[in-house]
């Protein structure tokens, strides 16, 4: 039968999780430090992670002084406060008072969320505008999404705002994403608590078919002919935990999480040699293609304005989880920076993956079959309309995968009787906007070592000639991406194009340097114009790679704050200074995702939508590192060929 196992955590290591205790003192010391006043709010609160040389250089049973990065919005003024604190020591370490104007407003909490609805009730421009489309005001809910910046609105510069779109619900079961108010925006002002605009462009039948998937009226009977599949391990699963530690298979890491980033995988080695120090998404964006007035500005950083993490799903086993599972808890703090504990939010468990390896040859008469086996890392967050799954793959060849899962509701509009350009009509009088879903993932590479390099590795064709006269040959092209300027780079899947990264003073057996390369799925990277606001804030999703030298400050490819922020952080700022890569410490930056023309299909709820990468040993391994895996024993499998 399945079983699952929470695992205990402690911080006895600089890496270790996040402990009820600590969010308590960081609580306190901000609180003597007359920091953490009545109308004071944590924003963000997560593990300021000691610089990598000296978590490499620990020992178990060093002390450890774990510091917390913490960020202060004041709900009466809007004052923003950035503060490194020390729950060892129970002090305030560093304190930076933010311009919002300049360094960009603090993410949107649930504090400022829950006070929308009122705030528009309160609105009679607001109430009227929904009078006049026959609506009542009580009956429409208010959703409150990231405001961008815009020269349109300066007004705007320095004031905490978010752009409200109204959804009617028509009772409590009701899912009011089928209902949309299409026509009517109200921008709010959320450290004054009143609507500064509201924008009525155009008045637009409000659907009305429901989109109740979960009632048995809108899906009919459930289908009876799926059998049962059970998942069973015996012995139990092959992976242990010792806290965060995880080792299964030749592999180790150590699993974090924070409410920014979510999951995020530290120290993965193979055999005790180290390929990744550090890997996460550390971004997304999700812009919107309607350009019309009341919709231009959607686009939302999911991570930078939302802290999408502190949304994470408890999750169930059978429903999420399949197999002997074992989960980690995860704590975070609350708005008022009190310790929020998120029950099962990350799922470990191993699944089989099909064939690893086979082959039945004609000489020997040997046949012979290995299995492939996966280690899954995940968690599940709900933001909005949209849940993400972000799952983490670990596989007995060396290989390293990451896979984000979307599913959920897609964002709905009003379906105009003449049709819409930059829409698809999913239900009767009901559109879904076009979109992207880019991230970014954050890769610290630490391949057989600290200092690494990146070549970019593509198939090229060969003209006849003396050389090729027949015209069948192609070979590998292999350019060293020497310099931040040279290392900002598109997938071209045309010609097989991969970036290997190679550790310039490691060599396998054949004299050559030990690596892993990444292979992108080559999806299109933001399709906004190079003119728009969303092309400025979101510049690391222009390109599907970007390569950094390391510097424990570069965190988020769009800048730390990215609420309102006028453009131009993270990536495009750092790479300015062009710096050298070759047998450097390096970061990679990958953007993958999708691009969404919504279907029918996707309506009410969206089955899942795959994105990802994967990352490869290219003679990191002398030879097939599975060679010793053995044949399957259990089940219908039997050897074949093998002497008595």
């Not at 459930?222 to 699963?237: C, D, F, N």
Request: charged share 20%; hydrophobic share 35%; with cysteine.
């Amino acid at each position: 039968m399945t079983t699952t196992t929470t695992v205990s955590t402690n911080a006895a290591h600089p890496l270790g999780p996040v402990t009820e205790d600590e969010i308590r003192r960081v609580k306190e010391a901000l609180t003597v430090a007359g920091l953490l006043t009545e109308n004071v709010r944590f924003a963000f609160c997560g593990l300021e992670e000691p610089d990598k040389s000296a978590v490499l250089a620990f020992t178990p049973g060093a002390p450890v002084d774990r510091c917390f990065r913490v960020l202060l919005l004041d709900l009466t003024g809007g004052a923003s406060y950035d503060v490194i604190v020390s729950a060892t020591r129970s002090t305030v370490e560093r304190m930076t008072v933010l311009n919002p104007e300049t360094d960009g407003q603090l993410p949107i909490i649930d504090t400022e969320f829950e006070l929308v609805e009122k705030i528009a009730l309160d609105s009679a421009e607001w109430c009227e505008a929904l009078e006049r489309r026959g609506l009542d005001p009580a009956g429409v809910r208010t959703v409150p999404l990231s405001a961008g910046v815009y020269d349109d609105y300066p007004d705007e510069a320095g004031r905490r705002i978010v752009r409200v779109l109204g959804f009617q619900q028509l009772h409590d079961k009701d899912h009011p994403w089928a209902h949309p108010v299409d026509g009517l925006v109200a921008f709010v002002d959320l450290t004054c608590r009143e609507v500064i605009r509201i924008v009525d462009d155009r008045q637009l039948p409000v659907p009305t078919e429901p989109g109740n998937f979960d009632d048995a009226e809108q899906t009919g009977p459930q289908r009876t002919t799926l059998k049962p599949i059970e998942i069973t391990q015996p012995e139990g699963p092959s992976f242990t935990l010792d806290g965060n530690l995880l080792t299964w298979q030749n592999w180790s890491l150590r699993v974090g999480f924070n409410e920014r980033e979510g999951l995020t995988l530290h120290q993965l080695s193979f055999d005790e040699r180290p390929i990744v120090y550090r890997a996460s998404i550390a971004e997304m964006v999700v812009p919107y293609a309607d350009p019309s007035p009341v919709r231009f500005w959607q686009n939302y950083f999911d991570a930078g304005e939302y802290m999408f993490a502190r949304y994470t799903n408890s999750l169930e086993l059978g429903c999420d989880c399949l197999g002997e599972i074992a989960y980690l808890d995860a704590v975070i703090a609350d708005d008022a920076g009190d310790p929020r504990t998120i029950r099962n939010a990350i799922c470990v468990h191993e699944e089989d993956y099909g064939v690893l390896w086979k082959h039945s040859d004609m000489f020997t008469g040997s046949h012979e079959t290995r299995r492939q086996r996966r280690l899954v890392v995940s968690f599940f967050t709900t933001i909005g309309n949209y849940d993400y799954g972000f799952y983490w793959y670990l596989y007995l060849d060396g290989t390293i995968q990451c896979e984000a899962k979307a599913t959920g509701i897609v964002f709905t509009s009003a379906y105009p009787t003449e049709g819409h350009d930059f829409a698809t009509q999913i239900a009767p009088g009901l559109g879904a906007p076009f979109h992207q879903h880019l991230f970014s993932a954050r890769l610290d590479m630490m391949v057989d070592g600290p200092l690494n390099a990146v070549d970019e590795v593509e198939a090229l064709p060969v003209p006849v000639s003396a050389a090729n006269p027949y015209g069948n040959a192609f070979r590998e092209s292999r350019t060293r991406l020497a310099t931040e300027a040279g290392a900002q780079r598109q997938a071209d899947n045309a010609h097989a194009r991969v970036w290997q990264v190679v550790n310039p003073a490691k060599f396998n057996r054949l004299g050559r340097n030990t690596g892993y390369a990444l292979y992108p799925e080559g999806q299109p990277t933001l399709l906004a114009d190079s003119g728009s606001s969303v092309h400025a804030r979101a510049a690391f999703a222009t390109r599907h790679l970007w390569v950094t030298a390391y510097d424990p400050a570069e965190r988020y490819p769009a800048g730390d704050f990215v609420n309102q922020h006028p453009g131009g952080a993270g990536l495009p700022a750092w790479t300015a200074a062009d710096r050298d890569l070759d047998g450097a410490d390096i970061v990679l930056w990958h953007t993958f995702g999708l691009t969404h023309f919504p279907r029918p299909e996707d309506w009410p709820v969206m089955p899942v939508d795959y994105a990802g990468f994967t990352l490869k040993p290219v003679g990191f391994f002398d030879r097939n590192p599975t060679l010793d895996v053995p044949p399957t024993t259990s089940g219908h499998c039997h050897e074949r060929g093998r002497p008595e």
